[in-house]
């Protein structure tokens, strides 16, 4: 199953709220001290949503939504697209379940009995033949560019201390250079074929001097 660990948490204080681990022969102790270390970093001016890399061939994915953090856990080679969609399907579903209680809980993991629901939307997302999860995912291709999403790497939040914050301005930074190293080589390239236009033409004007210097003569 490429959907593993997912977790639902308050932003203002980083309590957990809910909780669900899909494939229980896997170790997700490391994991999980993982998200709830993120969790406890993640703060209001945070990227509503992002990636961070960690070990094993592994993912996060998350976004914020309502005060809410909902994280997930991927394999690499899950896309995208249909996590990010996972993710806006259990913010739709918990915030109706439980918006109204939210702020006011106090202790950890008040709603875990939301795992019912969790473990079924994982069911629908992680298969691709299902056609629900087809549907939903193009939905979500209107509403978001999963392209323009913070990535990063766990280690800098968690080791380093980098905030969020900051991930995502270096993200920022390096599309803006990329961007701009696609517009200078367009340029480049635009000025080779106008300098190679301008070549041939000069060879084919002095060839034609020639030949009239030639017949003329």
């Not at 899909?22 to 998200?35: I, K, L, S």
């Not at 915030?95 to 106090?106: E, L, P, S």
């Not at 991930?167 to 080779?192: D, E, I, V």
């Amino acid at each position: 199953m490429s959907l593993q660990l997912t977790m639902i948490g308050r932003v203002s204080d980083g309590m957990p709220l809910a909780a669900s681990v899909q494939n229980e022969e896997t170790n997700m102790n490391e994991f999980q001290g993982q998200a709830k270390v993120l969790f406890r970093k993640i703060k209001p001016t945070s990227p509503p949503e992002g990636s961070l890399e960690t070990k094993n061939n592994m993912i996060f994915h998350y976004i914020i939504r309502s005060g809410v953090c909902y994280l997930v856990l991927c394999e690499q080679n899950f896309t995208k697209r249909t996590a990010f969609s996972y993710l806006e399907d259990l913010h739709s579903e918990f915030f109706v379940q439980y918006g109204a209680k939210i702020d006011v809980v106090t202790r950890p993991y008040a709603f875990i009995e939301f795992d019912s629901y969790i473990q079924k939307s994982k069911r629908s997302y992680s298969d691709a033949r299902n056609a629900r999860a087809g549907q939903l995912e193009r939905v979500s291709a209107e509403l978001q560019d999963v392209q323009k999403i913070m990535i990063g790497n766990i280690d800098d939040v968690l080791q380093r201390g980098m905030a969020l914050d900051e991930l995502a301005n270096q993200s920022n930074a390096l599309n803006s250079m990329s961007s701009k190293y696609r517009k200078q080589a367009g340029t480049l390239n635009q000025t080779s074929t106008y300098v190679k236009i301008a070549a041939v033409g000069g060879c084919g004007f002095f060839l034609f001097f020639i030949l009239r210097f030639l017949i003329g003569f």
